[in-house]
């Protein structure tokens, strides 16, 4: 129970890592606040609560201030400050910059990185005051090294990795850890349509070898584990840090 009597908020918690981070938060003792702005984050809740976890479901689109405010607010109201802040609410729309449009650059961007910063201005206020506490950021090996056709994603993961830094050197003095996960190639079907430019999913899986040299994909557990190191005070000493899961992708 290494999160023991911790509240945390993971956004983008309808699938993937963030449904993952969701479950193994709950296992380790914090009472767990899943946003999304799918419903499908209901079925996370219930899934955690019938193993015995305590969390709760609150349908939010986190790049919008008036609903940051909310969920702050619905987490107070549920379970008091939240001492944990996981930002992994993401989007990966690809395309080159001559492909991709205006629009979906602009919210690759509200979804990725405005939604950190909006998050980090309401939450950590509060997390100050009452203490302290740990924020998880999701970036990405491609915060390091970049991939054809995904301008608009692989530059907002790195913006994402300076943000973390930038917050890291800004709250230490106020016990406020900050902290960001860069994971590879993970079984979700988040990188589906990345896939389809280059053959689609199977066809990539095929030769993930050639991607990752562990010679496999990531399983969302292996993030979300992570993700609970850098919660608990096992990683008390960890600010501005970037750890890497990526299979070995950014090595090569």
């Not at 380790?28 to 955690?48: C, L």
């Not at 689609?200 to 993700?227: F, M, W, Y």
């Amino acid at each position: 129970m290494r999160l023991q009597n911790k509240i945390a908020v993971v956004t983008g918690a309808a699938r993937g890592i963030g449904a993952a981070i969701a479950h193994r938060y709950a296992e380790e003792g914090a009472r767990v606040v899943a946003t999304d702005v799918s419903s499908a984050g209901e079925e996370v809740v219930a899934a955690i609560t019938s193993k015995g976890g305590t969390a709760v479901f609150f349908q939010a689109d986190v790049s919008k201030a008036s609903e940051v405010q909310a969920l702050l607010a619905f987490a107070k109201e549920n379970y008091g400050v939240p001492t944990i802040l996981c930002n992994n609410a993401a989007i990966n729309i690809p395309g080159s910059v001559v492909e991709t449009e205006e629009e979906v650059w602009d919210r690759t961007m509200k979804v990725n990185v405005k939604s950190m910063f909006l998050t980090s201005k309401y939450f950590l206020p509060e997390m100050i005051e009452a203490g302290g506490g740990s924020v998880v950021n999701m970036a990405s090996a491609n915060s390091f090294v970049a991939e054809p056709r995904l301008s608009a994603y692989v530059t907002s993961k790195g913006a994402i990795h300076m943000l973390t830094k930038q917050m890291a050197l800004d709250f230490a003095a106020d016990n406020v850890r900050v902290n960001c996960i860069c994971p590879g190639w993970v079984d979700t079907t988040f990188n589906d349509a990345h896939a389809d430019l280059f053959g689609g999913r199977d066809h990539v899986l095929k030769s993930i070898q050639d991607i990752q040299p562990i010679g496999r994909t990531i399983q969302p557990i292996e993030i979300a584990n992570v993700a609970v190191f850098l919660a608990s005070d096992e990683s008390s000493a960890m600010t501005g840090s970037a750890v890497v899961v990526d299979g070995g992708l950014s090595a090569k």
